[in-house]
């Protein structure tokens, strides 16, 4: 179970300035969970704010227990994230490579360690593109390879952020069956709104704080609403 207790999260050195995030009570234990809002409303704060990627200015965000301001090494072990520009997470010259990496602590040996992690690139899809350099990769490719990589340390979470933004049709469905088949909390920002309905709750950000928060159809129906994005019928 996540929890944040009066969380701020104000801007860089400007510590009287508005808050960026204002979350006074929230608690996210469902496995599917989902967050939408316009552009720079708070999701990516919120999101990094659960594995201690940003620390809270006020108030705390705990992880089963531990909070994340004291226990990010910790925190960080369970929650793995998921960036939106794969190269900020792809460290190695290939995918391979980068799943042995992930695997290094989990796999002591190197023949078994390269049978699992073309194993888990293999689920992916992505086995003929293994040894290729992740520079060679489309965004969509990198964006896969970045997700086995993190997925392969089995993490107790997985947090998202904007996952489908680079993939095409195909991709955007692979990747929808694979979170829907994994075994871990997911929590996801995502702009498409069909990836935010397969959730079993939404939280729509606006301004900084959670506007909307329940079932995915009527928390669609509200961003919708908010955006004024709802065209009137023609007379
Ligand atoms: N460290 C920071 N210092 C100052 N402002 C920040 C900081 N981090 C984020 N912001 C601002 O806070 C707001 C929320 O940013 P955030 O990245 O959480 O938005 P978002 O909803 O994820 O946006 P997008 O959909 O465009 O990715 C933005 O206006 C951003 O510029």
């Known amino acids: 179970m996540i929890k944040f207790r009066d969380v701020l999260v ?3 050195f400007a510590e009287d300035a508005a808050p960026i995030l204002s979350v006074p009570q929230l608690a996210l234990g469902e496995q599917r969970i989902s967050i939408i809002g316009a552009n720079g409303s708070g999701k990516s704060t919120l999101l990094k704010l659960i594995n201690g990627l940003v620390l809270p200015d006020a108030g705390t965000v705990d992880v089963d227990g531990r909070d994340t301001a004291k226990h990010g090494a910790a925190v960080r072990r ?4 998921v960036f939106t520009d ?3 997470q792809l460290v190695m010259p290939t995918p391979l490579e980068d799943v042995e ?3 290094r602590r989990i796999h002591r040996n190197r023949t078994d360690r390269r049978n699992a992690a073309m194993e888990i690139l293999t689920g992916f899809g992505l086995a003929a593109l293994a040894d290729q350099s992740i520079y060679q990769l489309s965004g969509g490719e990198r964006q896969l390879a970045a997700l086995a990589s993190v997925l392969a340390v089995d993490p107790d979470v ?3 952020d904007e996952p489908s933004t680079l993939l095409d049709l195909k991709n955007t469905l692979l990747l929808r069956d694979r979170l829907a088949s994994l075994p871990q909390q997911v929590i996801l920002a995502t702009h498409d709104l069909e990836l935010a309905r397969d959730s079993e709750r939404t939280l729509v950000v606006d301004s900084g704080t959670v506007v909307y928060d329940g079932d995915p159809p009527a928390a ?3 961003y919708r609403k908010l955006c004024a994005c709802i065209r ?3 007379p």
């Not at 369970?78 to 994230?81: D, E, L, P, R, T």
Request: negative net charge; proline residues 14%.
């Open 10 to 12: 104000r801007p860089d």
């Open 78 to 81: 369970k929650v793995a994230f």
């Open 86 to 88: 794969p190269l900020s």
């Open 101 to 103: 990496l992930s695997l």
């Open 158 to 160: 997985l947090v998202l």
């Open 220 to 222: 669609v129906d509200f």
């Open 232 to 234: 009137e019928p023609t």
